[in-house]
């Protein structure tokens, strides 16, 4: 029972060892190479084309990262603004309301109606929505605001 469950492991072992990521040996199998030969040119072929895809693609996740950094930069200052004006229309409410209670306490007092209602602070801005990447690239294109998808739908509709 204990050899089968080492069998297993060590299958499990070679078998992630066999599909690592890492390229970097082609003889790292320890079996002499004829070093013209066809598998081993056929090899050294693969292991170029692996590694230069391999690059392609870091270089591509690099841009992406650097793009949607700049798109997140961007929307934070937005995001920044809209927070300030909502508190500024939060402060003039606060503003308004404690005018109000005053003139309420003062009508109170003198025995008299109030001359005016009671203010409301109205609609605060809607947060927009965080950029994420869109699905299905890898890395080299941003959805933004998300409605590429409905404008072609609507467009579609119009026709």
């Known amino acids: 029972m204990y050899c089968d469950s080492l069998h297993g492991q060590l299958a499990a072992q070679e078998e992630a060892k066999n ?3 890492k390229r970097g ?4 199998n ?7 030969g066809d598998a081993f040119y056929t090899r050294v072929v693969d292991h170029e084309k692996a590694a230069a895809d391999e690059e392609v693609a870091k270089q591509a996740r690099k841009e992406g990262r650097e793009q949607r950094a700049a798109v997140l930069e961007e929307w934070k200052k937005t995001e920044e603004a809209r927070k300030k004006r909502n508190r500024e229309l939060k402060g ?3 503003m308004d309301l404690e005018r109000w ?3 309420k306490e003062l009508a109170k007092l003198e025995k008299r109606r109030l001359a005016w209602k009671k203010p409301t602070r109205g609609k605060l801005e809607a947060p927009l929505p965080k950029p994420v990447l869109a699905e299905g690239t890898a890395g080299d294109e ?7 998808y409905e404008n072609a ?7």
Do not use: A, F, I
């Not at 320890?30 to 013209?36: E, N, R, T």
């Open 19 to 21: 599909n690592s990521k």
């Open 25 to 28: 040996k082609l003889m790292g």
């Open 30 to 36: 320890g079996l002499p190479c004829y070093l013209s």
């Open 92 to 94: 003039k409410y606060q």
């Open 101 to 103: 209670k005053e003139e």
């Open 142 to 148: 941003l959805d933004v605001d998300g409605d590429d």
């Open 153 to 159: 739908s609507d467009e579609d509709e119009e026709e």
